[in-house]
């Protein structure tokens, strides 16, 4: 059968376990005891029996904080022992540390029980001498079964609470500061998703537009159509440029020689499909609305425009349309374009258009989709319909709170 093998002791421990056996010695060398000779509960009167208990109390304080319960019951027979001599402060100083000690690091269950066991032990201690001598020097007794063993156990407790509280609310802290910094992780994320949006809807209507044009002014030899190709590149340059410089602006800290960009709004439509046209595009409006938040105007501008930058670089020749209406609760959007009969698109891409439009709704908790759809006319072939859904309600109480 294997032997149990005892966990190593604490270094603080075995100092501990030092100064009580050295402290005790030099009480046991002066000849120091508690009782004299003579007492009636003495049973060893030899001046070596006294060694013995405090030799093991000393041994049992090695294992105040890595097996205190079994420190506690060898304690326990060791102080039982040296009742039966004329006893050593130091026996009895260890073991009430022992009681101290197996409170604070022992188990839950125990720390509960040696504070109300000792209590009830010490109020017997105070009842059951008085009751059978009937004189009032039997309370002391009590008084020094409680000093011995109800004190130590709940000074004990006392420290365990307030470590047990001092280690809830660091981890409380941590937590505090784990969740602090996933909410400002997070939100570095969603305001990098927001410029990102931002600078690509911005960008990427003018670059397209740059694109084609200059392609075509490559491919074609016809002096005028050159120039008429450069001037629309030209324009968008600068469109684009001067964006990017007020986007620069916003995200400068203390940079007040800029000005602000102005937040696209619905009234802006009709510049957006004028540029449209003057890019190649065949653009057709029809928006009726009133005044809507402006979290939704944004919105809804940047889905026209990311739409119709898509319907530059990939639609079939033939109609474009942007439909737009409010409704009580919504505001509605759809932007159709012919689909099919292009090889490839007229100017590359980064793939990123349709998931920052499906950002936009699904942050205003509205709802979008996009793809290729019959047309009503058989004639028409099939169309790419961009839809979205913006709801208004929402939108405005939060604006109100």
Known sequence: MAAV????????????????????????????ALRPGHDPLVRFESHWAVLVPLVVTAGCELLRRSAPRVGLGIGTL?????????????????????????????PASTARRLPWVTGLLSLAGVLVPYAVWREPDALLIG??????????????????????????????????????????????????????RELHDLVANH????????????????????????????????????????????????????????????????VLVENARANGLDVTLDAVHGSVPAPVELAAYRIVQE???NALKHAAPGRVTVWLRERDDALEIRVTSPYGGRDAPRAPGS?????????????????????????????????????????????????TR
Do not use: K
């Not at 190593?8 to 100092?15: N, T």
């Not at 040296?82 to 690091?105: E, G, Q």
């Not at 609310?169 to 910094?181: F, H, I, P, S």
């Not at 908790?365 to 072939?381: C, I, K, L, S, Y």
């Open 207 to 270: 670059l397209s537009a740059i694109a084609i044009h200059s392609t075509a002014a490559l491919s074609l030899e016809d002096a005028r159509t050159s120039r008429e190709a450069l001037s629309v590149i030209r324009e968008n340059s600068v469109q684009g440029l001067s964006e990017m410089r007020r986007l620069i602006g916003i995200l400068r800290d203390g940079a007040e020689d800029r000005e602000p960009a102005a937040t696209p709004t619905l009234d802006g439509l009709g």
């Open 5 to 32: 093998r005892l966990p190593r002791p604490h270094r603080d421990d075995v100092w501990i376990a030092v100064a009580g056996l050295l402290g005790g010695l030099v009480l046991w060398g002066f000849g120091l």
């Open 143 to 196: 008084v020094l079964a409680a000093g011995v063993l109800f004190a130590p156990a709940s000074t004990g407790l006392i420290v365990r609470n307030h470590r047990e509280a001092a280690d809830a609310a660091l981890l409380r802290a941590e937590q505090t500061a784990l969740l602090a910094e996933m909410d400002r992780v997070q939100a570095v994320t969603a305001e990098r998703a927001r410029m990102a």
């Open 307 to 309: 739409s119709l930058t």
């Open 351 to 399: 793939g990123t258009g349709l998931v920052g439009m499906r950002e936009r709704a699904a942050l205003l908790h509205g709802t979008f989709d996009a793809g290729p759809e019959d047309a009503p006319d058989p004639a028409d072939g099939r169309l790419w319909v961009v839809r979205a859904r913006l709801p208004l309600t929402d939108v405005a109480q939060g604006e």
């Open 78 to 106: 060791a102080l039982v022992a040296d009742l039966f001599t004329r006893s050593s402060i130091a026996t009895v100083v260890m073991f009430t540390d022992l009681l101290y000690a197996a409170v604070l690091y022992g």
